[in-house]
């Protein structure tokens, strides 16, 4: 093949795939914005399975592992969540959501001193986060430490006045909002009346 017959080969097939790669972002993107939906109606059974093609076509997505893990605790699933928390984790070691929702899965599994350390490590990142002092106080609960769990509630209670004893224990989800960016949601507040009903696994 001479050198300008290599040259429009390798125009031909720049040409062909820039669009197909454009076309595949795209349907990761459709993805997310299917199981996002589910997520937020929970549907988490159908939403697991379109997170689990979303993890397949793009496996450093943060936000799908996170999501995906959210919905196995939901669904029952807590020790399999574990393994969905972890790599987000791995792949962004101080994601907070993804910290408070895997201190979720540990109290359902009634390992109440692991989702203490879980929400510590978001507290030492984040002091006024409302979600891990509420859950933290939880679990202090969960193992007697009631004068330390009093502490979090108070600060819960500065934080937002007449939430600090509402939380529910389950996990929470981030809504997306704008153009996917993979692994940066802001989550909703989900009130606590939506919340009951939800059992330990």
Partial sequence: ????????????????AAPLAGRAEESVDDL???????????????AIRIWSRI???????????DQRGYCRVLTGKAQDSLDDF????????????????????????????????????????????????????????RVGEHERALADH???AEIAPGN??????????????GPPARSRRVRPHIPPHQASGLGAA
Avoid at 1 to 16: C, D, E, H, P, Y
Avoid at 32 to 46: N, S
Avoid at 55 to 65: G, P, Q, T, V, Y
């Fill in 164 to 177: 600090g004893r509402d939380a529910e224990e389950r996990p929470r989800r981030h809504r997306r909002l």
């Fill in 32 to 46: 997310i914005t299917q199981a996002d939906k589910l997520t937020q109606r929970g549907e988490c059974l159908d």
């Fill in 55 to 65: 993890i397949r076509l793009d496996e450093k997505n943060a936000f799908a592992w």
């Fill in 154 to 156: 108070a600060v819960a």
């Fill in 86 to 141: 972890d790599e987000v984790l791995r792949l962004e070691p101080t994601h907070q959501q993804a910290l408070v929702n895997r201190s979720h899965a540990y109290l359902r599994l009634n390992r109440p001193d692991r989702s203490i350390e879980d929400l510590s490590t978001v507290i030492a990142l984040n002091p006024h986060h409302l979600e891990a002092r509420i859950g933290r106080a939880i679990a202090l609960s």
């Fill in 1 to 16: 093949m001479g050198t300008k017959s290599f040259i429009r080969s390798v125009i031909i097939v720049a040409a062909v």
